[in-house]
């Protein structure tokens, strides 16, 4: 998602981040959100106003104003608020008396801008006396609960047939506790975190609600001729609870749950909510597999690596926060289907002084998709022992996906999205997946969600097909082909 100084080309206060986490079986309570960290490198702070020099003739004019006017100038801020070429044209056209008035109403609107200790809010503050202050994320004690057995249990009613019973995801079994993971042995949990404070236009909170509602997670992949449910043990881990007022206090938790999930064995899949999760999520996967180890691919119309913002962490910040805090290398992070108006020219340079590697619509324009697929699957593959996979939904098109909160046009297609996530789940050791930014309100048609569950079937069939040990690449020669004519010359091998 676009961050401010993406949208407006404004900088801001630097902001700064957490430190990490301590590793361990269960890790004790992660350090708040929304604690800072030491300050950002001066490197990434690229808001920072740079010196404005001075055209002989815009100084000439500037002879009689206050020098602390003038120095004010020179120092560059002004470029938050006009461009440069307007302020010089402004001060050749002005009467003394004109530029100084000018330069005190920039000035005054500075002053407005940032912070200022006395004036601001440094923190929004909570209740802490509340009785009820963590309720929300307490979990309930297994002696309050009817015994049972651990293990995934069955929702359905009928044994044949579309519903009936409660939706799931994928129409997978109910799964509660670690307890019930390990005993079922299950290799993919899928669960849902409904966030929405960091996203452009609301409704990400209805993600998970609308993707369990809707078909087309579950069921036979045609591309391999495996059908996820029956060659994976699959569960809905239900949902993680959020605090809808506060990013900061929900994403710990997520960060928690998700660990919590990794640490069984099986395979976290989590369904968004917004972006902001993508820091959670791989955070936690770094808790688990350790540091270094995890690779990202980041799917997405914006880079995501927003800085210099007001807030700790949103949906446009959650990449530089798992950079800045050790969690991935840079060099692990590969980002798919770039075209908003971000990143500028100085963006993509601190991008790629960092080792990132990214590949915008301007790429697959200039290449084509199938050599710029290659070349992202060749990167996921690399250099790191674990994959996580973040897929925010308004990478693709808008005719694909008219239900998200920043839709950019000129985004990728179903025909282009479902193969690359297979081969990625099929051709690397997935430590986790989230999809992000399903607003269901926002399509009038079902098409957002439905086209979401296909994606979630093709990450399903991928990571049941690199179960089975089937080569990169594969397809079914019966989907492939109605016969033997070799009508496509000779048949290679699969």
């Known amino acids: ?43 990434d702070d690229m808001g920072r106003p740079k010196p404005l020099e001075l055209p002989k003739d815009v100084e000439a004019k500037l002879a009689g104003v206050d ?55 440094a923190a929004i503050p909570l209740d802490t006396t509340s009785p009820w202050f963590n309720a929300w994320k307490a979990k ?25 019973g409660f939706a799931t995801f994928a129409g997978a079994p109910l799964a509660m506790t670690p307890e019930d993971l390990k005993a079922g042995k299950v290799d993919v949990a899928i669960v849902g975190a409904p966030l929405d404070m ?23 992949d045609m591309y391999s001729m495996i059908n996820p449910n029956a060659a994976l043990k699959i569960v809905d881990y239900g949902d993680i609870a959020i605090d809808q007022n506060s990013t900061e206090r929900s994403v710990d938790h997520v960060r928690a749950m998700v660990a919590e999930i990794a640490r069984t064995g099986a395979i976290p899949i989590v369904i968004g909510g917004d972006h902001s999760l993508e820091y959670p999520n791989v955070a936690a996967a770094a808790d688990v ?74 790429e697959v324009e200039k290449w084509g998709w199938e050599k710029v697929m290659e070349r992202a699957l060749k990167e996921a593959r690399a250099n790191t022992k674990k994959l996580w996979i973040s897929f925010d939904v308004d990478v693709l098109d808008p005719a694909f996906m008219p239900g998200t909160g920043t839709p950019v046009p000129g985004g990728l297609t179903m025909r282009e999205a479902q193969p690359i996530m297979r081969r990625l789940c099929a051709e690397n050791d997935i430590a986790g997946i989230d999809i992000v930014e399903v607003a269901p309100y ?3 048609s079902y098409k957002t969600a439905l086209n979401s569950n296909y994606l979630l079937n093709a990450c399903l069939a991928g990571i049941a097909m690199r179960k089975k040990g089937l080569p990169p690449g594969y397809f079914n020669p019966v989907s492939v082909d109605h016969g033997p004519s070799g009508y496509y010359g000779p048949k290679k091998k699969s």
Do not use: C
């Open 442 to 444: 926002l399509d009038t």
């Open 67 to 121: 020098p602390a006017k003038v120095a004010f100038l020179k120092s560059g801020v002004t470029g938050r608020y006009v461009e440069k070429d307007a302020l010089f044209d402004r001060i050749r056209k002005g009467t003394a008396a004109e530029i100084s008035a000018y330069i005190d109403a920039m000035q005054a609107l500075h002053a407005q801008v940032e912070f200022k200790a006395g004036r601001d809010l």
């Open 198 to 220: 960091g996203s452009g236009w609301r409704n990400a909170i209805d993600g998970p609600r609308a993707m369990r509602m809707t078909g087309g997670a579950g069921g036979n």
């Open 140 to 164: 309930r004690p297994a002696s309050m609960n009817p015994r049972r057995d651990a293990g995934p249990w069955e929702l359905t009613r009928y044994v044949g047939g579309y519903g009936g």
């Open 1 to 43: 998602m676009p961050s401010l100084t993406a949208i407006t080309g404004w900088s801001m206060a630097g902001i700064a981040a957490i430190g990490a986490v301590v590793a361990g079986d269960m890790p004790p309570v992660l350090t708040n959100a929304a604690t800072p960290a030491p300050q950002m490198p001066l490197e």
């Open 289 to 362: 597999h350790g540091k270094g180890n995890v690779g990202v691919v980041h799917f997405d119309s914006h880079y995501d690596v927003g800085r210099n913002g007001v807030h700790w962490i949103t949906h446009g910040s959650p990449v530089y926060r798992v950079l800045h805090e050790g969690h991935v290398r840079p060099q692990d992070y590969v980002q798919v289907g770039l075209r908003a108006r971000g990143p500028d020219l100085e963006t993509f340079g601190w991008m790629r002084n960092k080792g990132m590697k990214y590949h915008t619509m301007v």
